[in-house]
């Protein structure tokens, strides 16, 4: 067993390291302050372990040591990623990325210090002049042609992290083989290895000529554009929460045909101390807060929100009790779908071959929308790289129409292989416009696609299992879980469990088994019983937490009741909790 004394030899070794000449004097002086500190915590926490390149690429806290994001932690990243592009791509005259960067501290930083390692390694770059949205990123990979980009975010954390996500050629988060195979050259790459002077020429920046075609795209996603002209005045309220969204969204809903977008001013600040929130996450209520009170002052139609890149939105809309409520983000991707095929249908231009793709743990609901109306669907694991795997494997063979998950992200067209509030933003507008031109809220729209379709509420619980101690007790629920699933739910029979850790859907009630469809394997359980529950229960795969997500089926027949029918459904839920001793 690993002492505390032991580790702390470890780490004064690894970061004396750091005091040698391939690191720069400011990162030296960073880590003699930390060894000179009488408490070695900061010290500990940023040098006992390597931050690792996952396969969504790296995350972490900024500052000095392995453990930190920083400019040699991101040039190994970087440098790996070359190495690992020159293999692949072997055979291309010029193998090209391109490169976009957020609101946080220090990610313009990052990303030139990415564009040199890539120019260093004969790469061509095309760096973006200034921060743009992670679905724009997405969409020049596609439009440029390139091998590979990458985006320095880290999403909705807190402001003290930031990341490096790595995408593939088609424009999507990178997938397996070539995530675990680029993690392999990336733990290969020393600071020494590190080519971090390229050739300055081979990197061409980016402006107001990507927005332009970008916008052009975004465009065509509006299906409905006379409904936004009758309602081109709907008052939106919007928040980019400090980021990326800041001119991107509004100008695309300008492109739409909407002309009365209402701003946070104190909102608008770009700023990676995020001044006026405590998270930038629009899934949290706190983040909209002011979005919010400024909707209530102008009474206004709407509220949308992003997070700092601009990939994750938020809804608030007004309740029947004239009370503005944040959509989840099963509701919200419900509301996408319906629509979306729901005008398709109405305008013949659902041909039978099209499609729409959810992740597992969003509500079924959208897929009854989907085979009610003949459309095909497919479920995926977590993360929009999935959905983007199944559009790259139907290419050219079906229509893309629609797919998103319930962690507030949709994306609404296959021009952005990732989630992409810009569009949806727009799109969501011109949906409340819709509503609007139908007489009625998109609150009540939402109600009445309850009404069409069958009730549905959605939980989530984390259990927090800390330490080793901690991680072993979840791998042990997991286990129990498998070899012993509960019987009866909220007082219905277990009807059917899928284990996608081997891809086996089991009938609990006639013993059948069935291969379920993925290509790869995810430590998830799912169970359904007889009265149309869901519940999905899957470790978390970056904190110490189990995560339990709750779907409860049920009947609104009347508007009028959907507050009594919601809390029948969350007092069933909060039974479920107590029966699972969560």
Same mark, same amino acid.
Not at 16 to 33: F, G, I, N, P
Not at 307 to 315: H, S, T, Y
Not at 501 to 508: P, Y
Not at 511 to 532: A, M, Y
């Given at each position: 067993?690993?002492?505390?004394?032991?580790?702390?030899?470890?780490?004064?070794?690894?970061?004396?390291?750091?005091?040698?000449?391939?690191?720069?004097?400011?990162?030296?002086?960073?880590?003699?302050?930390?060894?000179?500190?009488?408490?070695?915590?900061?010290?500990?926490?940023?040098?006992?372990?390597?931050?690792?390149?996952?396969?969504?690429?790296?995350?972490?806290?900024?500052?000095?040591?392995?453990?930190?994001?920083?400019?040699?932690?991101?040039?190994? !990243?970087?440098? %790996?990623?070359?190495? /690992? $592009?020159?293999?692949?791509?072997?055979?291309? &005259? #010029?193998?090209?990325? @391109? *490169?976009?960067?957020?609101?946080?501290?220090?990610?313009?930083?990052?990303?030139?210090?990415?564009?040199?390692?890539? !120019?260093?390694? %004969?790469?061509?770059? /095309? $760096?973006?002049?200034?921060?743009?949205?992670? &679905? #724009?990123?997405?969409? @020049? *990979?596609?439009?440029?042609?390139?091998?590979?980009?990458?985006?320095?975010?880290?999403?909705?954390?807190?402001?003290?992290?930031?990341?490096?996500?790595?995408?593939?050629?088609?424009?999507?988060?990178?997938?397996? &083989?070539?995530?675990?195979?680029? *993690?392999?050259?990336?733990?290969?790459?020393?600071?020494?290895?590190?080519?971090?002077?390229?050739?300055?020429?081979?990197?061409?920046?980016?402006?107001?000529?990507?927005?332009?075609?970008?916008?052009?795209?975004?465009?065509?996603?509006?299906?409905?554009?006379?409904?936004?002209?009758?309602?081109?005045?709907?008052?939106?309220?919007?928040?980019?929460?400090?980021?990326?969204?800041?001119?991107?969204?509004?100008?695309?809903?300008?492109?739409?045909?909407?002309?009365?977008?209402?701003?946070?001013?104190?909102?608008?600040?770009?700023?990676?101390?995020?001044?006026?929130?405590?998270?930038?996450?629009?899934?949290?209520?706190?983040?909209?807060?002011?979005?919010?009170?400024?909707?209530?002052?102008?009474?206004?139609?709407?509220?949308?929100?992003?997070?700092?890149?601009?990939?994750?939105?938020?809804?608030?809309?007004?309740?029947?009790?004239?009370?503005?409520?944040?959509?989840?983000?099963?509701?919200?991707?419900?509301?996408?779908?319906?629509?979306?095929?729901?005008?398709?249908?109405?305008?013949?231009?659902?041909?039978?071959?099209?499609?729409?793709?959810?992740?597992?743990?969003?509500?079924?609901?959208?897929?009854?929308?989907?085979?009610?109306?003949?459309?095909?669907?497919?479920?995926?694991?977590?993360?929009?790289?999935?959905?983007?795997?199944?559009?790259?494997?139907?290419?050219?063979?079906?229509?893309?129409?629609?797919?998103?998950?319930?962690?507030?992200?949709?994306?609404?067209?296959?021009?952005?292989?990732?989630?992409?509030?810009?569009?949806?933003?727009?799109?969501?507008?011109?949906?409340?416009?819709?509503?609007?031109?139908?007489?009625?809220?998109?609150?009540?729209?939402?109600?009445?696609?309850?009404?069409?379709?069958?009730?549905?509420?959605?939980?989530?619980?984390?259990?927090?299992?800390?330490?080793?101690?901690?991680?072993?007790?979840?791998?042990?629920?997991?286990?129990?879980?498998?070899?012993?699933?509960?019987?009866?739910?909220?007082?219905?029979?277990?009807?059917?469990?899928?284990?996608?850790?081997?891809?086996?859907?089991?009938?609990?009630?006639?013993?059948?088994?069935?291969?379920?469809?993925?290509?790869?394997?995810?430590?998830?359980?799912?169970?359904?019983?007889?009265?149309?529950?869901?519940?999905?229960?899957?470790?978390?795969?970056?904190?110490?937490?189990?995560?339990?997500?709750?779907?409860?089926?049920?009947?609104?027949?009347?508007?009028?009741?959907?507050?009594?029918?919601?809390?029948?459904?969350?007092?069933?839920?909060?039974?479920?909790?107590?029966?699972?001793?969560?």
């Amino acid at each position: 067993m690993t002492t505390n004394q032991e580790v702390l030899i470890d780490v004064k070794l690894k970061a004396a390291e750091w005091l040698t000449e391939v690191y720069d004097e400011a990162t030296q002086a960073e880590v003699r302050r930390m060894l000179g500190n009488e408490d070695p915590t900061e010290l500990i926490d940023s040098f006992y372990r390597d931050l690792e390149f996952g396969t969504g690429g790296l995350r972490g806290i900024m500052g000095a040591g392995t453990n930190r994001m920083n400019i040699y932690t991101v040039g190994a !990243a970087t440098q %790996g990623l070359s190495n /690992y $592009l020159k293999k692949v791509f072997a055979d291309l &005259p #010029e193998i090209k990325v @391109a *490169i976009a960067y957020d609101c946080r501290n220090n990610s313009r930083l990052f990303s030139e210090t990415s564009a040199e390692v890539f !120019a260093g390694n %004969g790469i061509r770059v /095309y $760096l973006f002049e200034d921060l743009r949205p992670t &679905p #724009e990123l997405s969409f @020049a *990979i596609r439009e440029l042609g390139c091998q590979s980009g990458i985006i320095l975010t880290a999403s909705h954390n807190p402001k003290e992290y930031n990341g490096y996500k790595a995408y593939w050629d088609d424009g999507s988060q990178i997938v397996s &083989p070539h995530d675990e195979n680029i *993690i392999v050259e990336v733990s290969k790459v020393k600071a020494a290895d590190i080519k971090f002077n390229g050739d300055k020429n081979l990197i061409t920046i980016l402006g107001g000529e990507m927005d332009y075609l970008f916008l052009e795209k975004v465009k065509t996603v509006s299906i409905s554009p006379e409904v936004v002209q009758r309602q081109k005045d709907l008052k939106i309220v919007y928040t980019p929460i400090h980021g990326t969204g800041v001119r991107m969204i509004p100008a695309a809903l300008r492109a739409f045909g909407f002309t009365n977008i209402i701003n946070v001013p104190e909102q608008d600040v770009v700023s990676g101390e995020f001044p006026t929130v405590i998270s930038p996450n629009p899934e949290e209520t706190a983040a909209l807060e002011m979005a919010i009170a400024k909707a209530v002052e102008v009474d206004a139609d709407v509220v949308l929100a992003s997070d700092p890149d601009a990939d994750r939105l938020g809804v608030a809309v007004k309740n029947d009790k004239g009370k503005f409520v944040i959509l989840n983000g099963n509701q919200t991707c419900l509301v996408f779908i319906y629509y979306i095929i729901r005008k398709r249908k109405e305008s013949g231009k659902l041909k039978g071959n099209e499609f729409v793709v959810k992740t597992i743990v969003t509500t079924e609901l959208i897929a009854e929308i989907a085979q009610r109306n003949k459309v095909d669907f497919y479920d995926v694991f977590t993360g929009f790289k999935y959905i983007a795997e199944v559009i790259r494997d139907l290419e050219g063979q079906k229509v893309y129409i629609g797919g998103g998950e319930e962690s507030f992200g949709f994306m609404p067209a296959d021009f952005v292989r990732d989630k992409d509030a810009v569009s949806s933003c727009a799109l969501m507008a011109e949906i409340v416009a819709w509503a609007k031109d139908e007489g009625k809220s998109l609150y009540e729209m939402l109600l009445d696609i309850y009404m069409e379709y069958g009730f549905s509420r959605e939980k989530m619980k984390y259990v927090v299992r800390k330490g080793k101690s901690g991680a072993e007790e979840i791998e042990q629920m997991m286990i129990t879980f498998r070899s012993n699933p509960p019987k009866i739910l909220g007082g219905s029979k277990l009807k059917l469990v899928k284990d996608y850790e081997v891809n086996i859907a089991k009938n609990i009630l006639t013993g059948e088994e069935t291969t379920i469809d993925q290509k790869t394997t995810s430590n998830v359980l799912q169970f359904f019983t007889e009265d149309g529950t869901k519940i999905s229960v899957r470790p978390s795969g970056t904190e110490p937490k189990i995560k339990f997500y709750f779907e409860v089926a049920g009947n609104l027949t009347n508007r009028a009741d959907y507050d009594a029918v919601e809390k029948q459904a969350d007092e069933k839920i909060d039974a479920m909790m107590k029966e699972l001793d969560l």
